[in-house]
């Protein structure tokens, strides 16, 4: 049987913004289904469609082949992975164990250690596209770990994915999403101040994202994000907390490799303000109250 019609039990764990898409996708693609979410009701939809509720990420590794999480912080990813009776110890002989949360190379390295003394295989798939690429099953993935788990889960992948690429042994995955976030916190700041000057200069914000929006300015960022800015729309298609979290593991990355990055430093400490003024909950366009701040527009 060729790997892409091959179905397989699949265990996910981590049902927010982003799971809550990509297991449907995984249910869509006609594979068996168990799934644990920390609040229950997140996983009530899936169930209806066919999922199996399990009562622990030990009890969906114990049932399944694969098992995938995207859940919050690197101490969730942990926790579900190494605690005692958790996701290591309690997986199947053979299993593949693929975390999707953007968490730190280090402790992907770690569970993939934990993961072959155990016999498992354990995959760093850290994904970018947001809540409307996880919708749509167009995220870019990209991996670390094991190459022949990787192409095993390929079909998985593909069901979630538009863009996906094996970047290297265990970590490479989340050193390439922290790649993809540095980037992103910088073009946040330029986002926001090519708003402001916008409007400071008396011009139409709107007008200025449509006519800029196709030169060499473009960007997922500014045209997703820019016009939420101008309408103040800061409803979180990506939390404001966990791109501090995700800043905050780059940075110790770059210090560890003695690499001194100043866009990232000054984004983490504007986006710290967001997350003192109580605004950690928001989406990352709310960046553009720190600069209605300072310039008072
Ligand atoms: P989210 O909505 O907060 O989802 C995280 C989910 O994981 C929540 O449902 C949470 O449970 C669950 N969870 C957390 N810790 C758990 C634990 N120990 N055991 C079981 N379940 C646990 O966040 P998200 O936006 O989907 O983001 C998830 C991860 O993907 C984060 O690392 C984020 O940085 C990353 N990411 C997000 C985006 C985006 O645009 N949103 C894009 C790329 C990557 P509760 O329901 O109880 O809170």
New binding site residues.
């Given amino acids: 049987m060729s790997a892409s019609t091959e179905k397989m039990t699949v265990g996910f764990?981590?049902?927010?913004?982003?799971?809550q898409s990509m297991a449907g996708h995984i249910l869509a693609a006609g594979h068996g289904l168990c799934v644990?979410?920390?609040?229950r009701a997140?996983a009530d939809d899936l169930v209806a469609k066919g999922a199996v509720w399990k009562d622990s990420?030990g009890d969906v590794a114990a049932a399944c082949d694969v098992v995938i999480t995207?859940?919050?912080?690197p101490k969730?990813v942990e926790?579900?992975y190494l605690a005692p009776g958790g996701i290591v110890e309690r997986a199947r002989d053979g299993a593949i164990l693929i975390d999707?949360?953007?968490?730190s190379p280090e402790l992907a390295q770690r569970i993939a250690a934990a993961a072959a003394d155990r016999g498992l295989t354990a995959l760093d798939a850290?994904?970018?596209?947001?809540?409307v690429g996880a919708k749509a099953g167009k995220l870019a993935i990209m991996v670390g770990g094991d190459a022949a788990s990787f192409e095993t889960a390929m079909p998985l992948f593909d069901a979630m994915g538009g863009k996906i690429v094996h970047m290297g042994p265990a970590g490479a995955g989340q050193h390439t999403k922290m790649a993809n976030q540095i980037a992103i916190a910088s073009t946040m700041m330029a986002v926001s101040e090519s708003l402001s000057y916008a409007k400071a200069a008396g011009l139409d914000q709107s007008a200025v994202l449509d006519a800029i929006g196709t030169g060499a300015a473009s960007s997922f960022l500014l045209n997703g994000l820019g016009p939420k800015m101008v309408a103040g729309d800061y409803a979180p298609?990506?939390?404001v907390h966990?791109f501090v979290?995700?800043m905050s593991i780059a940075l110790a990355e770059a210090e560890r490799m003695k690499l001194d990055l100043p866009g990232l430093t000054l984004a983490r400490g504007l986006y710290q303000r967001l997350v003192d003024g109580g605004f950690g909950e928001e989406g990352t366009q709310a960046l553009y109250r720190v600069y209605t701040q300072m310039t008072g527009a």
């Fill in positions: 764990i981590g049902l927010g913004i982003m799971g644990y979410n920390r609040t997140k990420p995207i859940v919050g912080y969730d926790e579900v999707m949360t953007t968490s850290p994904v970018s596209g947001g809540d298609g990506f939390f966990h979290k995700d």
